[in-house]
């Protein structure tokens, strides 16, 4: 089966072997993306900030792969401190109000930078 796949240009990708999302067929599927840019972490200690650049993120991976955020079925966020869900959940929600994906939410001991405090990955169908 064809694979499409879109990369952000980080420099893990080529290290750990990955890339940001993969099609294949209708299936879209988005890797964990946290709040990274050019190795720096946009909208520190800010859970709401950090959320919407990976909401943001996801949305022109899936562009990128002839989708959008309308195909998003199944939501995963992994969160360092579940007491900032109503900010994430926030962010969240401007995203996915009317689309109303599946989504999990767990608090997990730490992201791969200290400095994150959120990761989400995304399942869509086309």
């Keep these: 089966m064809n694979r499409k796949k ?3 240009g980080s420099p893990w990708e080529p290290v750990v072997g990955y890339c940001r999302a993969i099609r294949v ?7 964990g993306t946290t709040a990274m840019k050019d190795g720096e972490v946009v909208g520190l200690d800010d859970a709401y900030v ?5 909401l943001e993120t996801i949305e022109k991976a899936l562009r990128e792969l002839d989708a959008d955020l309308s195909h998003v079925v199944r939501t995963r966020m992994f969160v360092t401190d ?3 869900w109503e900010e994430i959940g926030k962010a969240h929600g401007e995203f996915f109000r009317e ?3 599946v989504a999990t939410m767990v608090e997990v001991k730490a992201l791969i ?5 959120v990761e989400i990955e995304v399942e869509a169908v086309v």
């Design 6 to 8: 879109v990369f952000t």
């Design 25 to 31: 067929g209708d299936r879209i599927e988005v890797a």
């Design 82 to 84: 579940i007491s900032k």
């Design 113 to 117: 930078d200290p400095r994150l405090l």
């Design 99 to 101: 689309i109303q994906p």
């Design 50 to 54: 950090q959320t919407r650049f990976i």
